[in-house]
């Protein structure tokens, strides 16, 4: 039982990681994202279709990175080279990503394909409790995994990563040091609108093999909160993301098994967890122990350095 | 969040010759969609019905407005049909009922129609379908098709519609089977793909063998096609998400309907009433049964149905115990519209949560 719980936990947490993942890169370098949820749906749709006309699933996820990519770099050619309000961008990015999957996605709506299948490693799979649920998975799982070493090393471990930190703390002292504030920021965005591509993709191409308007259901959103309950960085990302998606597995569980638990405590059980965490998140933001980027939000221009 | 972007379609007809020997009015209708005509589901079937109604000579071509969320924005999309000179509007979620009254008050020449609602006016009725009948019919598949007595069940919310149809599936399944059990598990959505998807597989993972659901997407066909189990679809015909799991599927048939209700207009007949057709009307069906239902099944099934259609059957028939035992119909009695529409209890076999 255990075992099958921390299953569906990481594959209904997956599609919320690869998302908050893409929103870190996208905060870290001070750009604000609201357009997630949006992201997800394009990523979704273009992973579905990309599968659908190729045949391959890799292709499939290459065509989700690609439109997501291509996506974003609306929203970041509005909020860097343009100075727009990234809220506001965002949040049209979004509306733009409902409306112009809702047109495409007409003729793929009924389609089916092959889904990913569930790679077995051998040996690990077989560990008792965590076998299933970390090693016989499919392959956007496993690259879930080490995208988030990867983020984490990238950010804490490279120059340039140390550098994308810089622009979302102080983007005029990255300035300064010679580091072009646009061009990171408008990498970060676009690097990590490509990355919810693929979390909407996981929608499409593994967890329910279709495509259907608005299948992404809200988990972009999600998403966003959990940036800030992560506090930017990756590895607690995977934690929040698991967490949510493990809530919603458990309660669904224990109604199979027969527990008579009110409707009502179930149905709460997600709102209650997201309470917690804007509380969390507060306390440590009135500590001063914040990870949040100073810069923000706040669109850099060097003329305007004080 | 609901769909933002409206799309508006005006579907041309060829065959504008009625208008010269129409006798009496003629209609232009106007529907109102909670979701995209895309969506193989609820608002599928009725664009479906739409399409058959068009049929009708006099009958011009007609409008259907997408995606449209409850609330205030369904009064200003039904007021936009109203503006634009249909006589007769269609609104087709239980969302669009304050809108749907409001907006009639201020144009009686124009005649209303609100599915699944409860409220009426001089210029407003309602209409819905028996779906109970299906699901009894469905839930004999079930019972029969069952080898470890498990059937799941994937539910949107505990309101009486849905409590209705699980009830009368449970009733159906225990007919044929009375050792099988029905495990409810409630998704708290109507659409959310991912969600429906592991609430089958957590029954799945209790031993369910047979599935049958009341949501609005097909991911509960494609995660018993997957396992190797049986499944009963709902809304439409889905069975290529599941070609090989797929039994059957109780589903909508809006054109009688749409087409009575347009001739009536038409007539100057109409007035407002409470429409619950059923089998017999065809507004409610079963899709075409599998080869995998063996044929003696098919039979009981389908001697079933015609019992149904013809007024001998009512699959709320007492004697009917609630899951604590209690008597919650009388032997021989038949349970009544207001408590069928109201219903909030389980009835015996059902394993899920409901709290009273």
Known sequence: ?306 | MKKTMVMILVVLLAGFTGHAFAQGKQVKAGFVYVGPVGDAGWTFAHDQGRKEMEKLPFVEPSTYIESVPGGAESARVINGLVRRGHNLIFTTSFGYMDATIDVAARNKDVVFMHASGYRTAENVGTYFGRMYEPRYLSGMIAGKMTEKNIVGYVAAFPIPEVIRGINAFTLGVRSVNPDAQVRVVWTQTWFDPGVERDAADSLLDVGADVLAMHQDAPATLQAAEARGAYVIGYNSDNRRFAPNAFLTAPVWNWGPLYSHIAQAVHDGTWSSEQIWWGMKEDLVQLATLSDRIPADVQTLVNERAEEIRTGNFHPFTGPIKDRDGNEALASGQIMSDPDLLSMNFFVEGVIGTLSN
């Open chain 1, 1 to 306: 039982m255990v075992e099958i719980l921390l299953d569906a936990t990481v594959r209904a947490g997956t599609p919320i990681l690869f998302a908050t993942l893409g929103a870190i890169l996208n905060e870290r370098a001070g750009i604000i994202n609201l357009g997630i949820e949006g992201l997800m749906l394009i990523g979704a749709l273009a992973g579905f279709a990309g599968t659908f006309y190729s045949g391959s699933l890799l292709i499939g996820v290459l065509c989700a990175f690609i439109a997501a990519f291509v996506a974003g770099s609306i929203h970041a050619l509005i909020t860097v080279p343009l100075r727009g309000n990234q809220i506001v961008s965002g949040l049209a990015l979004t509306m733009f990503g409902i409306g112009v999957t809702a047109l495409f996605g007409r003729g793929m709506v009924g389609e089916t394909i092959v889904g990913l299948e569930r790679i077995a490693l051998p040996g690990l799979s077989q560990l008792p409790i965590v076998g299933r649920a970390l090693f016989q998975q499919d392959l956007l799982i496993y690259i879930s995994f080490i995208l988030v070493f990867l983020i984490w090393f990238f950010l804490y471990r490279t120059r340039i990563g140390l550098g994308l930190r810089t622009v979302g703390e102080n983007p005029a002292a990255a300035d300064t040091c010679g580091i072009s504030v646009s061009l990171y920021r408008f990498l970060a965005v676009t690097t990590g609108a490509g990355l919810v591509g693929i979390g909407g993709a996981y929608l499409s191409l593994a967890m329910t093999p279709m495509w259907i308007e608005n299948m992404s259901a809200g988990r972009g959103w999600i998403a966003v909160a959990l940036v800030i309950f992560s506090g930017w960085s990756s590895h607690r990302a995977m934690l929040g993301a698991y967490l949510f998606g493990g809530i919603t597995a458990m309660q669904l569980r224990f109604q199979a098994i027969g527990t008579d638990i009110s409707t009502h405590i179930l149905q709460m059980l997600p709102y209650i967890f997201t309470i917690l965490v804007l509380v969390v998140s507060t306390i440590r933001l009135q500590k001063g122990s914040s990870q949040q980027p100073q810069g923000l939000g706040q669109p850099y221009d060097r003329e305007d350095r004080k």
